[in-house]
């Protein structure tokens, strides 16, 4: 599976859900809009960049879809699956958070702008 939950070796086969190897409802409901969302630019006949890996659904998208995990395990969204964010070691982990969230909203809006 790719990181669009796409058949790597079907394009015509996406996955959603738990199936895909994330764990929770939001998460399951996340991929199923991420698939939604690809197909319907791909029904359009555009082709979507991945989402961003400093988002939250990139970040789960790359994880799920990343052949090199040796110990593949279900995954819900958190902080440890995006880029860390390189700052200086006497932040706290609330206002790191904070700084990690504002970036992932800036690569959110920088993809949508540059579809």
Not at 29 to 50: D, F, H, Q, W, Y
Not at 62 to 83: D, H, R, T
């Amino acid at each position: 599976m790719d990181a669009y939950f796409k058949l790597r070796s079907n394009d015509h086969i996406y996955f959603a859900g738990q199936i895909t190897g994330v764990e929770g409802y939001v998460e399951s409901s996340a991929v199923g809009l991420m698939v939604g969302i690809t197909l319907g630019a791909k029904l359009n006949g555009k082709e979507l960049p991945p989402f961003p890996v400093e988002t939250a659904l990139g970040s789960l998208g790359a994880y799920v879809s990343n052949a090199e995990v040796k110990n593949f395990q279900p995954m819900n969204i958190n902080f440890g699956l995006m880029p860390p964010y390189k700052a200086g070691k006497h932040l706290k982990k609330k206002d790191k958070n904070a700084l990690i969230a504002q970036r992932s909203l800036e690569a959110l809006h920088n993809y949508i702008i540059n579809l």
